[in-house]
C-alpha cells in the first residue's frame, strides 16, 4: 500500500487561510470516509484534528475543516496562527484492511 | 484521564527480537480497538498493525506481516507487539494509540523508542 500523496510544505500569515491535500486510490480515499487529520508540532505525539473525513474532536478549534472530492481529501485552516506551525498527517482506512498516512505536510505560519 | 504508556523499546541487533508494550488506564479497555504506529527518525508516520477490541480482528501493514504479531489482554488492560526477525528499517518510535472514532486515534502514548542495529 502506497502512502497517500500529500505537498512537503505549505504556508500561510496569520489570519490566512491554508489547504492541505490528501491524494489516494479509489482503494483508500476514494472508497471510505475514514479520513483522519493529526497535527504533529516538532517533538511531539500526533494529535487528532479531524475524523471521518469532516468531524472535529472535542476541542479542536472550528477553524480546522475537513472535506472530500473523489480520492482527495483536504484540510483546511482558517484565521491562520502561529501556534498553527506542525506537520500535518492525512490517514485512511484502505480496500486491503488496512490503513495509509501521507507523507505529511510541513506547515509554515509566516 | 486517559493513558496510555510504552515500554519495552530499547537496542536490538538485526534479526532479533522485541516486545513492546503499551498500558492503558483511564477508560475501558477491552471497548475500545488499538493501533501501533511507528515513526523512523525524522521521517513520517507509518500505520503498523490494528486489532479489534476482542481480538477477532488483526491487521497488518504489507512492510511487517509475518514478522510481527499484534495482541492484547483486556484483563490486564495491556496491548503488545512482539516483532520478530527485526531489519535495520525498523528503527522507529513506536507508538500505541487508541481508535474512538472509525479510523481515528484520538488518544496517543509517548512512543518507545526501538533501535536496530549491530
Known amino acids: 500500500q502506497s502512502a497517500l500523496s500529500q505537498p512537503p510544505s505549505v504556508s500561510g500569515s496569520p489570519g490566512q487561510s491554508v489547504t492541505i491535500s490528501c491524494t489516494g486510490t479509489?482503494?483508500?480515499?476514494?472508497?471510505?470516509?475514514?479520513v483522519s487529520w493529526y497535527q504533529q508540532p516538532p517533538g511531539t505525539v500526533p494529535k487528532l484534528m479531524i475524523y471521518?473525513?469532516?468531524n472535529r474532536p472535542s476541542g479542536v478549534p472550528d477553524r480546522f475543516s475537513g472535506s472530500k472530492s473523489g480520492n482527495t481529501a483536504s484540510l483546511t485552516i482558517s484565521g491562520l496562527q502561529a501556534e498553527d506551525e506542525a506537520d500535518y498527517y492525512c490517514s485512511s482506512y484502505t480496500t486491503s484492511s488496512t490503513f495509509v498516512f501521507g507523507g505529511g505536510t510541513k506547515l509554515t505560519v509566516l | 484521564e486517559v493513558q496510555l504508556v510504552e515500554s519495552g523499546g530499547g537496542l536490538v541487533q538485526p534479526g532479533g527480537s522485541l516486545r513492546l508494550s503499551c498500558a492503558a488506564s483511564g477508560f475501558t479497555f477491552s471497548s475500545y480497538s488499538m493501533h501501533w504506529v511507528r515513526q523512523a527518525p525524522g521521517k513520517g508516520l507509518e500505520w503498523v498493525s490494528y486489532v479489534g477490541s476482542g481480538s477477532g480482528v488483526i491487521f497488518y501493514a504489507g512492510s511487517v506481516k509475518g514478522r510481527f504479531i499484534i495482541s492484547r489482554d483486556n484483563a490486564k488492560n495491556s496491548l503488545y507487539l512482539q516483532m520478530n526477525s527485526l531489519r535495520a528499517e525498523d528503527t522507529a518510535v513506536y507508538y500505541c494509540?487508541?481508535?474512538?472514532?472509525?479510523?481515528?486515534?484520538?488518544?496517543w502514548g509517548q512512543g518507545t523508542l526501538v533501535t536496530v542495529s549491530s
Open positions: 471521518e473525513v469532516s
Open positions: 494509540g487508541r481508535e474512538v472514532f472509525y479510523g481515528g486515534l484520538d488518544d
Open positions: 479509489s482503494s483508500d480515499v476514494g472508497n471510505y470516509d475514514r
